[in-house]
């Protein structure tokens, strides 16, 4: 009786799936995960890039309302990359006002959060996305 229950071999691939499954979802849950985390990223800063390119042109026509018009651009751009919704808040330019021959910096924030890895302890705060141009005067006018 015991050699027969021990030959018995059904019920084996459900326990070898049983053992492999949760790390195979955890593998392609990571894919997916850090194919978000690469996509957001690429599109902040494609944003601060959108952002710093509006400050250099804007740079001898810079008014008050300047500021706020590229900060709504970048917010514009990474709704279109990636379709999130951020607030002007996390779009920063420094310095707050450029002046001709010196630099600007555009950085732009957004939290981010893991779909699958987060069950695992993997955890980023925010992505980040940051673009430094210089402010040439335009001899073409």
């Known amino acids: 009786m015991i050699k027969k229950v021990l030959k018995d071999k059904r019920g084996v691939a459900a326990v070898e799936m049983a053992i492999v499954l949760p790390l195979l979802l955890l593998i392609v849950g990571g ?3 850090f194919g ?3 996509w957001y990223k690429q599109t902040l800063t494609w944003a601060s890039r959108v952002g710093a390119r509006e400050a ?3 740079v001898l026509a810079w008014d008050g309302n300047t500021a706020g018009a590229i900060k709504a651009k ?5 709704k279109d990359g990636c379709g999130k919704d951020i607030s002007a ?5 420094d310095p707050e006002t450029p002046v001709l021959g010196g630099e600007v910096t555009v950085t732009v924030t957004m939290p981010f959060n893991y779909m699958f890895l987060g069950f695992a302890g993997f955890s980023i705060d925010s992505l980040t ?6 402010c040439e005067p335009d001899y073409n006018i």
Do not use: W
Not at 74 to 78: I, L, M, T, W
Not at 89 to 93: E, G, K, L, R
């Open 74 to 78: 970048v917010v514009e751009a990474v």
């Open 129 to 134: 996305g940051q673009t430094t141009m210089l």
């Open 56 to 58: 250099t042109v804007q």
């Open 31 to 33: 894919v997916i995960d």
């Open 36 to 38: 978000f985390y690469f």
């Open 89 to 93: 808040d996390n779009v920063t330019i």
